[in-house]
């Protein structure tokens, strides 16, 4: 079973409204970094979502089942969680993702890449080189 914690589940919410209420208002839409991941333990399946509908089971965000293309696009929280792996596994909550990358760059990335894990570990690569790169204080 796949939990939503409050938090994660106000901040899922807040922008699905924020998305409705720029549309509402000829506004672009917002591009969010995703808030939440999950993933299957067993294989590349993998799903970053920004938004949750207000019938609390759609997600938006990007989806990769392991094909080589990712997609934007809904997808059911309920349907994800009755999934049944082997070994009495099932899809998890990745419980430390955090991201500064808007969702708009993972899904470019991602397809470049082909699949959401290869992007981030280009995200990661890019940080790691990025702090190693820094000049260090003189004294």
Do not use: H
Not at 19 to 33: E, F, K, L, S, T
Not at 100 to 112: F, K, V
């Amino acid at each position: 079973m796949i939990i939503l914690p409050p938090d994660i589940r106000f901040a899922l919410r807040a922008n699905d409204i924020n998305r409705r209420a720029a549309q509402r208002d000829g506004q672009p839409d917002p591009d969010p970094v995703p808030v939440l991941k999950l993933y299957n333990p067993l294989g590349p399946a993998t799903w970053l979502a920004t938004e949750l509908a207000e019938d609390g089971d759609a997600l938006f965000g990007l989806a990769d089942l392991g094909f080589g293309c990712p997609e934007l696009g809904y997808f059911s929280l309920s349907e994800i969680a009755s999934v049944r792996l082997p070994f009495g596994l099932g899809i998890e909550r990745d419980l430390g993702f955090e991201t500064p990358n808007r969702l708009s760059l993972w899904a470019d990335t991602a397809r470049r890449c082909g699949s959401i894990l290869e992007a981030q570990s280009e995200f990661r690569r890019a940080a790691s080189s990025a702090t190693t790169e820094l000049p260090r204080p003189r004294g």
